[in-house]
């Protein structure tokens, strides 16, 4: 009976190290994805506008520090819950 409560408990401390593994390669890929993206339009948008090349630089670099900032918190959170 305790044996099979210590290895349902271990089991589970495991499975939670997983998911956060999962979790942060998750993040860091939606991350990646996403200022990928934004520089793709950001090219196009200056190919089609020249004249509007600063203010579309200006907004995707305010964009991509937001999607970093979600993608850090992402990861430590999950990391965190590997380390507890």
């Given amino acids: 009976m305790i044996l099979t409560v210590l290895l349902q408990a271990a089991a589970g401390a495991v499975l939670g190290k997983l998911g956060g593994a999962i979790g942060a ?6 991350a990646g ?5 934004i ?5 196009e948008s200056i190919a ?3 004249e509007a090349s600063g203010n579309i630089r200006s907004s995707m670099i305010v964009v991509a520090g937001m999607i ?8 430590i959170v999950c990391l965190l819950a590997i380390v507890m």
Avoid: M, V, Y
């Fill in 39 to 43: 520089g793709a339009s950001a090219t």
């Fill in 33 to 37: 994805f996403g200022i990928g993206k």
């Fill in 68 to 75: 970093e900032g979600a993608a850090l918190l992402a990861i």
């Fill in 48 to 50: 089609r506008q020249p």
């Fill in 25 to 30: 390669g998750i993040a860091a890929f939606g």
